[in-house]
Each structure stands twice: as C-alpha cells, then as structure tokens.
C-alpha cells in the first residue's frame, strides 16, 4: 500500500506505534491500545480485536473486513474474530485489545500502550517500535503502560 495511503497530518506531540508479526499466549492481549488518533491493524494468524469507541455519535467509526464473527461486547464496544482480518480506528479516542498470532499494527497519536509477546521469545514473538524508536523484541510479560508521545520542544 503506498505511504501516502496512510498520510494524515500529525498534531504536535503526536507519538506512533509500530508492532511487526506480535504474538501472545491464548487470553493474553498482545496490544492494549487507548490512543487519541489513528490505529490500522491486522490480525494474520487466528485472533480478535475489541474496539471501544466511547463517542460513537461523532463523525468517527471504527472499520473492520474480513472478520468471521462479531458481537456487541458493551455499550459502546464491539468484538470482532477470526483469521486474516483488518481494522481501521481512525481520527476518534478509542481503547483497541487485539489477541492472537500474526498482529501487525501501526497507531499515530497520542495514548497508552501496553504490550506483550510469546514466551518464546525470540522466535516467535513479533517486534514493535514506539515514537521512532530502534525496534524491540516483545517482552514475555506485559510492558507498564508505556506513552505514545513525542515532547515539543519549548526552545526557540
């Protein structure tokens, strides 16, 4: 997909998220995900995705294809499934959990994550990136909650 598919005009501070080929144990969520922005996401291998949308009267959406299954999980929160299925949280606050094997993401915003990999690391644990930084393995335990984020500077 070309880059300028994915161009949005960044706000100041905004931070970004990368996750390459993640996965965790069944139940354990390889990305907990609360970002005011845009998330674009797929889950290759078997898995699920929850999207809380907690303003879902604006002009925002949540999009997910190619799911085989979905349920009304709350009020404002939806859980979709299957293989091989993509979804687009885009331009709203949204809380994002995906589970499952083959999760590749990347988010720009401003939020918090919390992220998890396989216990087998580093064979199969996936890989992730946070606001520009050299890639890292997935931890085998979930990481404290860490902020997508970039500080603008106050110098002139």
């Known amino acids: 997909m070309p880059a300028a598919a994915f161009a949005l005009e960044a706000a100041a501070g905004d931070g970004t998220l990368v996750v390459q ?12 995900l609360v970002i005011h922005g ?15 949308d907690p303003t879902p009267n604006d002009d925002f959406t949540p999009e997910v294809t ?7 999980t709350g009020d404002t929160e939806q859980t979709w499934g ?3 299925f993509r979804f ?7 809380k994002i959990t995906i589970y499952g094997s083959g999760v ?3 988010a720009s915003g401003q939020g918090t994550v919390v992220l998890t990999g396989s216990p087998d ?6 890989r992730y990136s946070l606001n520009g930084q050299d890639f890292k393995s997935l931890p085998t335990t979930p990481t404290k909650q860490l902020r997508i984020f970039i500080p603008t500077s106050t110098t002139g």
């Open 121 to 126: 690391a580093p064979k199969m644990d996936g």
């Open 88 to 94: 687009r949280a885009v331009g709203g606050t949204y």
């Open 82 to 84: 299957g293989t091989d």
């Open 104 to 106: 590749g993401l990347v």
């Open 38 to 52: 845009v998330a674009i996401g797929e889950v290759s291998g078997y898995g699920r995705v929850v999207i809380d």
């Open 21 to 32: 080929n993640g996965t965790a144990p069944r139940g354990v969520p390889v990305v907990t």
């Open 66 to 72: 190619n799911y085989s299954w979905v349920r009304q």
